[in-house]
């Protein structure tokens, strides 16, 4: 079965610092990858995507993640981080067709003056 | 842009009753989904929709659940007789085929009393 880890449940980090989210997968065959954002109240926003190709992705909000099939892992990075990007963030593996996705648990960022 | 749309943003329901959540997806997407999130955990995949009929439920989607698409507009989710442990975010998402990402809505916040 699919599975997703996020090993760090809360990071914190200086408002300019660089950033990176880990996300492990467990997947048999070459899995869709996502990345999304929750701000507080909120839905959840597609950050990007892997399906295919290109393994360094660029989503919005100057966020970008490597797919690594090697070590199973799709982390998310953003070199400098804004106040604004205090949010939950989660990875998702799915596949095409009509299966769910499957998240991992989320990492809580917080970021400090 | 277009946008998954969920009503209410906040229900407040008694132990017992029923509440209907509805969605209306994006117009021309062809897959279904409800998710939702119990405060503080990760979002988990409740039943995937497609041709009028499901496709997929996980154990959660008991016999107290039950999916409609009445009009070929909305989606809704119907839980007949609500428990405590029914509070939580519930989540719409849509897709447009087998290869794209899902949208998601944002959010029916649950709150069974």
């Known amino acids: 079965a699919q599975s997703v880890t996020q090993p760090d449940i809360h990071i914190t980090v200086s408002e300019g610092a660089s950033l990176e989210l880990r996300c492990n997968y467990s997947?048999?065959?070459?899995?869709?990858l996502f990345w999304y954002v929750q701000s507080p109240g909120q839905g959840l926003q597609l950050l990007l995507k892997?399906?295919?190709?290109?393994?360094l992705v660029q989503g919005i909000k100057g966020f970008e993640a490597e797919f690594k099939r090697s070590q199973s892992s799709f982390n998310l990075r953003k070199p400098s981080v804004h106040w604004s990007d205090a949010a939950e963030y989660f990875c998702?593996?799915?596949?095409?067709?009509?299966?769910?996705?499957?998240f991992g648990k989320g990492t809580r960022l917080s970021v400090i003056a | 842009e277009p946008e998954v749309t969920q009503t209410p943003s906040h229900q407040v329901t008694q132990m017992g009753q029923e509440v209907i959540l509805r969605c209306v997806p994006i117009?021309?997407?062809?897959?279904f989904y409800w998710y939702r999130q119990i405060l503080g955990q990760k979002v988990e995949f409740l039943v995937s929709?497609?041709?009028?009929?499901?496709?997929?439920k996980s154990e959660i989607f008991d016999d107290q659940f039950s999916v409609e698409r009445p009009d070929g507009s909305n989606f809704t989710l119907k839980i007949r007789s609500t428990k405590l442990e029914d509070s939580a975010m519930y989540f719409c998402?849509?897709?447009?085929?087998?290869?794209?990402?899902?949208?998601f809505g944002q959010g029916t916040r649950l709150t069974v009393v």
């Open positions: 997947y048999g065959a070459t899995p869709y």
């Open positions: 929709f497609y041709n009028n009929e499901i496709s997929e």
């Open positions: 117009s021309n997407h062809l897959y």
């Open positions: 998702a593996v799915g596949e095409s067709g009509n299966t769910p996705l499957v």
């Open positions: 998402a849509s897709r447009l085929d087998r290869a794209t990402e899902a949208f």
């Open positions: 892997y399906f295919s190709g290109d393994t």
